[in-house]
Protein backbone atom coordinates (compact mmCIF):
# COMPACT_ATOMS: atom_id res chain seq x y z
CA UNK A 1 0.00 0.00 0.00
CA UNK A 2 3.09 2.56 1.07
CA UNK A 3 4.26 2.09 -2.71
CA UNK A 4 0.84 2.56 -4.39
CA UNK A 5 1.10 5.57 -2.28
CA UNK A 6 4.81 7.26 -3.25
CA UNK A 7 3.45 5.90 -7.08
CA UNK A 8 0.61 8.33 -6.77
CA UNK A 9 2.44 11.60 -4.72
CA UNK A 10 5.04 10.77 -7.96
CA UNK A 11 2.61 10.98 -10.62
CA UNK A 12 0.67 13.95 -8.68
CA UNK A 13 4.14 15.88 -8.81
CA UNK A 14 4.92 14.85 -12.51
CA UNK A 15 1.08 16.19 -13.21
CA UNK A 16 1.51 19.24 -11.67
CA UNK A 17 4.81 20.05 -13.41
CA UNK A 18 3.22 19.66 -16.70
CA UNK A 19 0.46 21.50 -16.23
CA UNK A 20 2.42 24.48 -15.16
CA UNK A 21 4.81 23.89 -18.08
CA UNK A 22 1.15 23.38 -20.43
CA UNK A 23 -0.11 26.88 -18.76
CA UNK A 24 3.35 28.84 -19.41
CA UNK A 25 3.45 27.43 -22.96
CA UNK A 26 -0.46 28.94 -23.51
CA UNK A 27 0.11 32.23 -21.87
CA UNK A 28 2.76 32.99 -24.12
CA UNK A 29 0.07 33.05 -27.01
CA UNK A 30 -3.25 32.76 -25.98
CA UNK A 31 -5.58 34.05 -23.20
CA UNK A 32 -7.57 32.32 -20.24
CA UNK A 33 -11.23 32.19 -21.32
CA UNK A 34 -12.96 33.47 -18.22
CA UNK A 35 -16.38 32.38 -18.99
CA UNK A 36 -15.26 28.93 -19.42
CA UNK A 37 -13.25 26.85 -17.50
CA UNK A 38 -9.96 25.46 -18.74
CA UNK A 39 -10.81 27.10 -22.45
CA UNK A 40 -8.06 29.27 -23.95
CA UNK A 41 -8.19 32.00 -26.68
CA UNK A 42 -5.10 32.29 -29.32
CA UNK A 43 -5.26 35.92 -29.04
CA UNK A 44 -5.73 37.28 -32.62
CA UNK A 45 -3.61 40.05 -34.14
CA UNK A 46 -4.00 43.62 -33.75
CA UNK A 47 -3.97 45.16 -37.00
CA UNK A 48 -2.68 48.71 -36.01
CA UNK A 49 -2.61 50.11 -39.53
CA UNK A 50 0.18 47.80 -40.74
CA UNK A 51 0.77 46.83 -44.29
CA UNK A 52 -1.77 44.41 -45.55
CA UNK A 53 1.58 41.42 -46.08
CA UNK A 54 2.37 42.31 -42.51
CA UNK A 55 -1.43 41.50 -41.73
CA UNK A 56 -1.43 38.16 -43.53
CA UNK A 57 1.49 37.85 -41.87
CA UNK A 58 -0.42 37.46 -38.66
CA UNK A 59 -3.36 36.05 -39.75
CA UNK A 60 -0.89 32.92 -41.13
CA UNK A 61 0.66 32.77 -37.30
CA UNK A 62 -2.54 33.15 -36.00
CA UNK A 63 -3.54 30.12 -37.71
CA UNK A 64 -0.56 28.06 -36.99
CA UNK A 65 -1.44 28.44 -33.14
CA UNK A 66 -5.06 27.20 -33.14
CA UNK A 67 -3.67 23.63 -33.47
CA UNK A 68 -1.05 24.28 -30.76
CA UNK A 69 -3.56 25.46 -28.76
CA UNK A 70 -5.90 22.75 -29.23
CA UNK A 71 -3.60 19.81 -28.81
CA UNK A 72 -2.61 22.16 -25.42
CA UNK A 73 -5.44 22.58 -24.17
CA UNK A 74 -6.71 18.75 -24.24
CA UNK A 75 -3.55 17.79 -22.71
CA UNK A 76 -4.29 20.32 -19.60
CA UNK A 77 -8.20 19.67 -19.29
CA UNK A 78 -6.33 15.19 -19.22
CA UNK A 79 -3.83 16.25 -16.79
CA UNK A 80 -6.65 18.66 -14.01
CA UNK A 81 -8.89 15.47 -14.73
CA UNK A 82 -5.85 13.26 -13.80
CA UNK A 83 -5.22 15.08 -10.37
CA UNK A 84 -8.94 15.41 -9.68
CA UNK A 85 -8.69 11.00 -10.03
CA UNK A 86 -5.67 11.67 -7.38
CA UNK A 87 -8.10 13.64 -5.18
CA UNK A 88 -11.27 11.39 -4.66
CA UNK A 89 -9.08 8.30 -4.76
CA UNK A 90 -10.30 6.84 -8.21
CA UNK A 91 -6.60 7.68 -10.16
CA UNK A 92 -5.26 4.70 -12.30
CA UNK A 93 -8.13 3.12 -13.21
CA UNK A 94 -9.27 2.72 -16.90
CA UNK A 95 -12.50 4.94 -17.35
CA UNK A 96 -14.34 2.39 -19.61
CA UNK A 97 -12.89 -1.13 -18.23
CA UNK A 98 -12.75 0.06 -14.63
CA UNK A 99 -9.53 -1.91 -14.57
CA UNK A 100 -6.16 -0.99 -12.78
CA UNK A 101 -3.85 0.27 -15.89
CA UNK A 102 -0.87 -0.68 -15.29
CA UNK A 103 2.05 1.64 -13.98
CA UNK A 104 4.25 1.42 -16.71
CA UNK A 105 1.88 3.24 -18.77
CA UNK A 106 0.86 5.80 -15.93
CA UNK A 107 4.54 6.38 -16.06
CA UNK A 108 4.79 7.37 -19.19
CA UNK A 109 1.50 8.79 -19.74
CA UNK A 110 0.06 9.89 -16.25
CA UNK A 111 -3.07 11.73 -17.31
CA UNK A 112 -4.39 8.55 -19.61
CA UNK A 113 -7.59 7.82 -19.10
CA UNK A 114 -8.12 4.66 -20.35
CA UNK A 115 -6.00 1.19 -20.58
CA UNK A 116 -4.28 0.33 -23.67
CA UNK A 117 -6.75 -1.89 -24.60
CA UNK A 118 -9.81 0.31 -24.32
CA UNK A 119 -7.41 3.50 -26.15
CA UNK A 120 -7.30 1.07 -29.20
CA UNK A 121 -10.94 1.02 -29.63
ZN1 LIG B 1 -9.89 -0.42 -20.20
Known sequence: ????????????????????LIEEQLQSFAKKDKKLAG????????????NLEEAADEVEEYESLLPIEFSL??????????LEKIKKRRYGKCEKCEKEIPRERLKVCPEARFCLKCQKR
Not at 39 to 50: A, L, S
Not at 73 to 78: A, G, K, T
Open 73 to 82: ENRLRDINLA
Open 39 to 50: DWETRFPKFNGG
Open 1 to 20: MFRKKLFIKKIKEKLEKERT
